[in-house]
């Protein structure tokens, strides 16, 4: 079920506009804007290419790997896909959110591992459910003129996760290090009582509310008269088109990965269109007896990978690349962590649209973050409504909808599974290749994490 | 000074708006034509009764409230399309919360209040053999009679469902007004929480949190309180409230939720061994006891709750809701009843501003001072929105001062009423600091530094060279005129006492004294940061030792000269607690701190002359040279050992008092001279401060004299105690001691106005 993890992950939302310059001219959309959204002495930032592992549902095939392991089959996805050397790139960030306390720069481990250069220097980050959307947007290390070409991803791995000793155990514990003679150490042992024994899980509840976010889900989809039938609507609706993009071939990001000691694994596992009536049937998971949010219409614990490849425009021209899409703008916005936990993508997407210079209109392909069918809906109608934008954003009127023949055409986090650290890259990735297929100009990606904050992105499809 | 610990059961009213009581159904059988108080709609096959008060912020049973119930019950029974109700109120933050106290006031005998009584047991008798399921759907205050309604509903009809809000509590508080919960609720309440719970709730009459009550059985099932929405979150919580009250309802017809809990092998084992009737016996017993223990027998409103309880276990439900409805009427006429609804009247209206809105409300604070009583003003007042500055001159201090303000919310954090989250994010607009660093910003400065008059004048200089000129000075003192004070500074009018009772953070209540200088405006500020801080406020004339000290000081004078003459500490004790104080006197001059009352006994033993004396004031001059300075340094009249509770007499203390030793006169030293020795000398002072206008009234004279010395709730402080006991008795005591003793005993003039003319009194 999505809640263990999900808490410190809170909402961001990336609107990331990628304008296809040369169909400036020819699309009516662009008249409108008018321009490709390049900023004069800045450099334009280009998304050469993103590939993902299969994201499968935690415990099963990647069950005895570790975090590392992951990362690294998708960097050596993305060299093979590229074809790049192994020492052009001058950056690896990677973005995770429940950290093996092993590998906790995973980002160098990673890149080791998959034989990149050990010159190149790399960071982790964390941001929750948004985590490879701050590395991704650490690429603003181009535009400073600090690098030229990044590799930034997010790894996420649920099979495992640290369990630690009690407190009172580990102090022990570390107690018996510094003890020097017999004497103190018989007498710290003997001190150990049953309660030392328990251990302590993850974090399941939000730490500063002591919520579980599938629980702030529920209240949310109540609060905004959410019910059970749309949400499993949704959450159908969800795997249908996933189930659809699958079999099309249309998850083209996806890499095959043999596992050690496994199969080869070359698709992802969660995606299971099922019936209403059977989605009716599931008890709510969170809030019992009268909650909405199941299992079903939740994202499911996942383990998976991305990475992606991101380039000054110049460098990847010089390097006979042709990038998928621009990366034009991006913003941060955070709420209260009770009771807007989940709203993000609400607050983020005005404020995006408007520092690049769009309306909602001229968005031609939108991929939200489906953390729960409950939060999506609740968002929707949130940016439906001209009351929660006057009495909450200090906004005139409502910020409007998405339409829907526009959004998570390939399915979403509810379906293809939501491996936290690497959802951002995932959503980016899938927003180019969007672009490139329908033929549109402008993307946006909106995700919300724990904290109740939001990253949005705006994309602009490279002509 | 007068740090009082909490007081019985009196301290713990809170100004939450419960008002008591249960049925008042004076079922008038007149129809009102419109419905504006209860109405109800028909959702599919659930009614949907709303209850609704047009005239007042909360729900209270008046009696039209009731008429249009048991009319609307009616219909609803009669209603073929109606499967089951749902009972909801439309109001944020209240389900009931009592019914009108005024009502049970209104009866002029027992006989009437006992009618009262069993016309509510009646409607709820009738509800609860209701065929058809009812759904109480809970969000805010639930007490008294409101949660009585929901008991009546009980059985095998109700299923009750309440929101998590902190605002959400369920409890019996009719014991606080000296009264039971005579709508049934002695007779309900231990067949649903058991005897030991029912006996807890209804003998405490404390507030019992949403999810406490779940587990203990009062509710069935919990809703969360929702955030912003398409509509406010107050509205949209209730709207969601009845959404899954009306999907109960409708599962309780279809069979798919049970209305009988399951028993856990817990509760079938209590059950078993409560079904002894030997068991009962003994928890009747132990509970009487500890009432005695607690109450000395002072308080009879416990003692009916057990024998009418007891009366329904043991004889059936037809000698119990008898027995409910006689002791509920008996109660009613009680001067102790009396006694406590007046203070509850006194302390709403203490919770009030008659000032008017200040100019400018306070937002930044600063305090100066971080001793145990500037820290405890700090914890009060960080919580509340205002960034707080907690200034001190010497690291060490501060860094306790802090201490202890952490301590504060870190304890309610281990309770679980806060979360640590919460417990940080207040203690961000705390700042500790030694120099006067923004103090510029600051709107009101609180001084609680040591009580010197240099001192304090050397602290007002330097205050007024760095605030702004808006700015308010308040000074915590016990006893220093207010005006000696404000003489060093250049802006009288914005100078203000406020004087704090420690432990600040317990005790409820704040009296604040003016000058003849001090703007109307400066005093509405106070106020309302007094309020703010969540406490009960007097507002008082200046003038030595103001109105709380100046009368504490003759009785802790009294007390002294009591021990003098050869009283032990613990008679002293036995006899004050006897008397209804919750402190006895000698631990009462403890916790003060004996150099505070030996300061205090000095001071205004200059200022009063012979009237102060009594006891010797070089008695407590030695104590505090031999160190024996109270609890805080461990010896007093008592030898505090940390960790022990029980406290043995100091036996250096004997020998001190045998040098001042004085002859007892055998006329005026019975146990109970003695008491009215103490007594006497205390209303007289409080009766003077009203006679020289330094009390508004007598409200805030008993206010004050409760909630900040301790004086018996069950008397309902020194004014109403006059009223009750007769000012002519109380004279004519005054004037035996006055023959022996002099002056200290003789009646103010205002005292002998009302020994004069009986029809003289201070409440009406």
Known sequence: MASMLMNPLRSFLFTFVFPLTLSVSVSPVQTKSKKTLAKPGVKNIVLVDGVRTPFLTSGTTYADLMPHDLARAALQGLLHRTSLPKDAVDYVIYGTVIQEVKTSNVAREASLGAGFSDKIPCHTVTMACISSNVAMTTAGMIAAGQCDAIVAGGVEFMSDVPIRHSRKMRKTMLALNRAKTLGQRLSLIGSIRMAHLTPELPAVAEFSTAETMGHSADRLAAAFGVSRLEQDEFALRSHTLAKQAQDSGLLSDVISFKVPGRDMVSKDNGIRPSSMEQLAKLKPAFIKPHGTVTAANSSFLTDGASAVLIMSEEKALAMGYKPKAYLRDFVYVSQDPKDQLLLGPTYGTPKVLERAGLTMNDIDVFEFHEAFAGQIMANLKAMDSDWFAQTYMGRKTKVGTPPMEKFNLWGGSLSLGHPFGATGCRLVTTVAHRLQKEGGQYGLVAACAAGGQLSMKVKQAYP | ?764
Do not use: W
């Not at chain 2, 909801?88 to 006031?105: E, L, R, V």
């Not at chain 2, 008017?356 to 820290?375: C, D, F, Q, S």
């Not at chain 2, 405890?376 to 306790?400: E, H, P, Y």
């Open chain 2, 1 to 764: 000074m007068a740090s009082l610990r909490a007081l019985g059961a009196l301290s713990r009213v809170t100004a939450r708006r419960y008002n008591v009581m249960s049925g008042t159904l004076c079922v008038m059988y007149s129809h009102f034509s419109v419905r504006s108080f209860v109405n109800y709609e028909v959702k599919e096959d659930v009614a949907v009764i709303r209850m609704n008060d047009p005239n007042s912020k909360v729900n209270t049973l008046s009696v039209q409230m009731q008429t249009e119930m048991t009319e609307v019950f009616n219909e609803v029974l009669a209603n073929n399309a109606v499967q089951s109700a749902v009972l909801i109120s439309s109001k944020p933050g209240c389900f009931i919360a009592g019914a009108d106290i005024n009502m049970i006031q209104a009866c002029k005998t027992a006989e009437e209040v006992t009618k009262l009584s069993q016309e509510g047991q009646k409607m709820f008798e009738r509800i609860e053999n209701s065929p058809k399921p009812i759904v109480a759907a809970i969000n805010g205050s639930c007490l008294g009679g409101g949660l009585e309604t929901n008991l009546g509903l009980i059985s095998s009809t109700i299923y009750r469902v309440a929101t998590k809000s902190k605002k959400t509590v369920l409890g019996t508080p009719e014991v606080m007004l000296g009264l039971l919960p005579g709508a049934g609720g002695t007779q309900r309440l231990p067949k649903m929480v058991g005897i030991p719970g029912a006996f807890d709730m209804m003998l405490t009459g404390k507030n019992i949190r949403a999810d406490k009550a779940k587990k203990m059985g009062l509710v069935h099932q919990l809703v969360d309180p929702l955030g912003p929405g398409l509509k406010s979150p107050e509205e949209r919580t209730i709207e969601y409230l009845e959404e899954v009250a009306i999907q109960c309802a409708k599962d309780i017809v279809n069979k798919k939720i049970a209305l009988t809990r399951k028993k856990g092998l817990m509760q079938k084992a209590q059950d078993y061994v409560l079904g002894i009737e030997f068991v009962r016996q003994q928890i009747y017993k132990t509970v009487t006891g500890k009432v005695m223990k607690m109450s000395k027998g002072l308080y009879p409103a416990p003692l009916k709750i057990i024998e009418t309880v007891k009366a329904g276990l043991e004889q059936g439900p037809d000698s119990g809701y008898l027995a409910e409805a006689q002791n509920f009427g008996k109660l009613a006429m009680t001067s102790e009843s009396n006694a406590l609804i007046g203070l509850y009247h006194g302390q709403v209206a203490c919770k009030k501003n008659r000032f008017g809105v200040p100019e400018r409300p306070v937002k930044n604070l600063a305090i100066l001072g971080a001793g145990l009583m500037g820290a405890g003003i700090a914890q009060v007042t960080v919580d509340k929105g205002i960034n707080t500055i907690l200034k001190d001159t010497m690291v060490d201090g501060l860094s306790r001062g802090q201490q202890q303000v952490y301590k504060g919310f870190n304890d309610k954090t281990k309770k679980k009423t806060i979360t640590s989250f919460e417990r940080d994010s207040i203690l961000s607009s705390l700042t500790g600091q030694l120099d006067y660093k923004g103090f510029e910003k600051v709107d009101m400065v609180i001084e609680a530094v040591f009580e010197d008059l240099n001192i304090k004048h050397k602290v007002i200089k330097e205050v007024e060279a760095v605030i702004s000129p808006h700015c308010i000075f308040a000074t915590n003192t016990s006893a220093l005129p207010i005006k000696d004070i404000a003489a060093a500074s250049k802006r009288p009018e914005k100078v203000i006492g406020m004087h704090y009772f420690s432990p600040v953070d317990k005790m409820q209540l704040l009296e604040i004294i003016t000058t003849d200088k001090t703007s109307k405006d400066t005093t509405a500020s106070a106020v309302a940061v007094g309020l703010k801080q969540g406490k009960v406020i007097i507002v008082v004339g200046d003038g030595p030792g103001f109105y709380t000290t100046r009368c504490l000081a003759p009785m802790l004078a009294e007390a002294v000269r009591v021990l003098q003459e050869g009283v032990d500490p613990k008679k002293l004790d036995a006899l004050t607690t006897g008397f209804g104080f919750p402190v006895g006197a000698a631990t009462l001059a403890d916790e003060v701190g004996i150099d505070v009352a030996a300061h205090v006994a000095e001071d205004l033993g200059k200022a009063f002359g012979s009237r102060f004396g009594g006891g010797n004031v070089e008695v407590l001059k030695t104590m505090v040279e031999k160190g024996f300075k109270g609890r805080k340094s461990g010896k007093g009249c008592y030898v505090y050992t940390p960790g022990l509770k029980s406290k043995d007499v100091n036996p250096d203390l004997e020998d001190l008092l045998e040098k001042y030793k004085l002859a007892a006169n055998p006329s005026v030293s019975s146990d109970s001279d003695v008491q009215f020795r103490l007594v006497s000398r205390f209303v007289n002072e409080a009766v003077m401060c009203l006679q020289e206008g330094i009390l508004n009234g007598p409200v805030e004279g008993d206010i004050g004299a409760v909630f900040g010395l301790g004086f018996p709730p069950c008397l309902g402080g020194p004014f109403r105690f006059v009223d009750t006991f007769g000012a002519d008795k109380l004279v004519e005591k005054m004037r035996r001691f006055e023959h022996v003793y002099g002056n200290q005993f003789t009646p103010c003039q205002l005292l002998l106005d009302h020994a004069k003319d009986s029809n003289k009194r201070f409440h009406k």
